[in-house]
């Protein structure tokens, strides 16, 4: 079953169209990648997905139910949580801090005005356990302002996960990672297969060949292959759009 | 644990200021009397009422960053709240906070849902409109006065204790302000409080997370709205009037300027504000007078290149500035 169904979407940007008719399905547990040149759409089309940018034309179906202009909140509350290329994050929080924020947005209710969120348990042991999955448990309590790319790019995922969402949109989680940081992040990628679909922008083509059980190509807004890694390696089309460059 | 946690965070520069300060206007009503001059003891009392205004500000200014240029509305509804029962000879004080809670809560609500339609610079120009429609709404008031105001005849009375003297006002507010203080650093740590401080760093990072952001403002701004109209009640008390000035713009400009001497979100830091730019207020004229008696009526030219100097060396506040978590969480 699919849990995320992408029909016929299309977005323009004035005479620019960043999704040109794409038509994706991402089935339930798998990681599918998304790859394609730079400026092919693939960070619109996450934004679309979100809600944070409103298609022109299609439908985007999550667990069956038409979310095409539903609200960025509404969604995530539904299950979506994304990762961004560009790291967003509470710049004068901890990083605990940033978790105990995605923790509370699944409460019902933060309309508490008088407790001591650092003193409630149920929150701070779940963005613990978030910090711990990623490997930041050293660095919970520093400031993000003073925490390393790598670390801001691990936090993003801990945030995302902390949702306990019923799917992960991972934009560029290893952009500008050293080699060893990149090695860890896929780990724990791989150790999280299974447990949420996954749709996962990536330049980095080993770390995608490693991770994915289908890629989807994308190019100038248009899907042009969506298959498994070994046939979009063996791809004509992809090979002269994208890999053989 | 969590009493632990709050006194070690007493002992530091921020926590030894605010201690100082809080003993120091407690101390205060009892100096004045010793030296049998109520001039000090209203001079404080005013002060804690601008901290007690700057403070409910800075809930939406410095934690919510909203920056309302329309603060002083909610002050004139404080205010007249107790002149206009008062006139109609209704002086219960229970009575005349209630009716100043209630109505500050509802314009609050309504301007409040408009203004937050827009953010940043329209922000800014919204709240002022709303200001400014307040103010010439209490012009327009011919029976209570209009533009001249109305006089006070008599102070709030509650029930036990009246207000009449100012020692008891005095006493009254710095109740009001420590309370104020209390819950503005307990509403911070909160749950909500955490989001609202969320939503000021990064909101299409709290959009995505789930949380809508104007449920989170707008009740700040309500909160923010109805303690405000609590320093309203108490100016009208101090000053034994109230007229539309009080709903001026320049009011919700001073109380930002106040926010930003003393350290925009952090919890004291209004209170250091409020006392820095009540008491320059007070002492420059007699100070340029007795240097340069030609220059006596220029002296608010040197407060403002005072303010101008002191932002630009401290820029986080005189009181933000200093080193120590209390009573904030460390950073």
Known sequence: ?245 | MMMNGLLSQWRSPRGIVCILGLLALAALPFVSAALDSPYYAKLATRIMIYALAAVSLNIILGYGGMVSLGHSMFILIGAYAVTIPTFHGITNGWIQLAIAVICAAGIAALTGAICLRTNGMAFIMITLAFAQMMFFLAVSMKNYGGDDGLTLPERSHFGLFTLTSNGALYGFTFAALLLALFFVYRLVNSPFGMVLRGIKQNERRVRALGHSPFRYQLSAYILSACIASIAGFLLANLTNFASPAYGAWTLSGELIVIIILGGTATVFGPVVGAALFLLLEEALPHLVEAIAPDYKSNWMMILGILIVVMTLILKRGMYGSLSGAAPERAK
């Open chain 1, 1 to 245: 079953m699919s849990v995320l169904e992408i029909k016929n979407l299309v977005k323009r940007f004035g005479g620019l169209t960043a999704t040109d008719n794409v038509t994706l399905n991402i089935e339930a547990g798998e990681i599918h990648a998304l790859i394609g040149p730079n400026g092919a759409g693939k960070t619109t089309l996450i934004s679309q997905i979100v809600g944070e940018q409103l298609p022109d034309g299609g439908s985007i179906l999550f667990n069956a139910e038409d979310i095409t202009h539903l609200p960025v909140p509404t969604r995530a509350k539904k299950g979506l949580a994304r990762s961004y290329q560009i790291t967003q994050l509470c710049k004068e929080f901890t990083a605990l801090e940033n978790v105990m924020l995605a923790v509370q947005a699944r409460r019902a209710n933060n309309f508490h005005f008088f407790r001591d969120a650092h003193a409630e348990q149920e929150i701070v042991h779940a963005a613990e356990y978030a910090i711990a999955q990623v490997g930041l448990t050293p660095r919970a309590h520093t400031a993000v302002a003073v925490l390393a790319h790598g670390e801001h790019r691990q936090l993003e995922l801990a945030v995302a996960l902390a949702l306990k969402p019923k799917m992960l949109l991972l934009d560029e989680p290893l952009a500008g990672m050293s080699q060893g940081e990149s090695e860890e992040m896929v780990a724990l990628l791989q150790n999280l297969r299974g447990q949420y679909p996954m749709l996962l922008v990536e330049h980095d083509m080993d770390a995608v060949f490693a991770l994915a059980d289908r890629i989807s190509v994308l190019v100038y807004g248009r899907v042009i292959a969506t298959d498994t890694p070994q046939a979009i390696r063996d791809n004509a089309d992809v090979k002269a759009a994208y890999l053989g460059h």
